[in-house]
């Protein structure tokens, strides 16, 4: 039977959205490997404990285009797609809301919890709300993100959440070179063994040939040729709004 993922992307192929690449071969195969461990049942009802998948590769090669089928085709109910900064940019806001917060706003949000640590409140909120995260470009810069990552992920995969992402650099070398480095380690230890990690590295960046297959300056009445470069840089994937909380004021 072949899989939902398969099954997404080689009907891309047939409508001339995409061209094959043996490069995402690897990744495509991956992806069907998560879609069956996710679909499988664990005893008396409970969630196996399912491994997820960390891709790299430099940009262009096809990861955030793979990772939207795969989201857009899983059946999985509790699932979340999001740009890895937004997603921190949340947990620092819950984290702020747990430390502010009295006993009836922490209840409000987080449910009862014992304790002042935020991170397991936070873990299990995130748990209750999506059994299969996905993320794009994680990259951690910030000595904030650095410090919290290896709690808040041990804390979700002891939860049973899998984790899906992408990124332009191998687990071994986030946050190389980082203030106080060591204590990121856990993390990195988390993902290595919580992952599959495949790397893509086909020789054939696909946004830059788009690029260049195009002219790169338009004028208004060249309205159609934008429309179709826009059509291919985004994959053939439709518009639709999106509403973004930006220092605590929404922008649509």
Known sequence: MTSRIRSAYDIRIEEGVLTPDPAQEPLIAAL???ETDLAKKGLFGKQPEVRGLYIW???GRGKSMLMDLFVSASPEPRKTRAHFHAFMARIHKLVDQWRK?????R??????HKGDDPIEPIAELIA???RLLCFDELQVTDIADAMILGRLFEALFERRVVLAVTSNRAPTDLYKNGLNRQLFLPFIAEIEKRCVVVEIDGARDWRLDRLKASP???TPDQKADFETLWFELRGGEPEEPAHLTVLGRDVV
């Open 32 to 34: 069907e490997r998560l």
């Open 57 to 59: 590769g430099p940009p």
């Open 101 to 105: 917060g009295d006993k009836k706003a």
């Open 107 to 112: 209840q409000a949000v987080f449910g009862t």
């Open 128 to 130: 209750s709300e999506a």
């Open 216 to 218: 790169v300056w338009f």
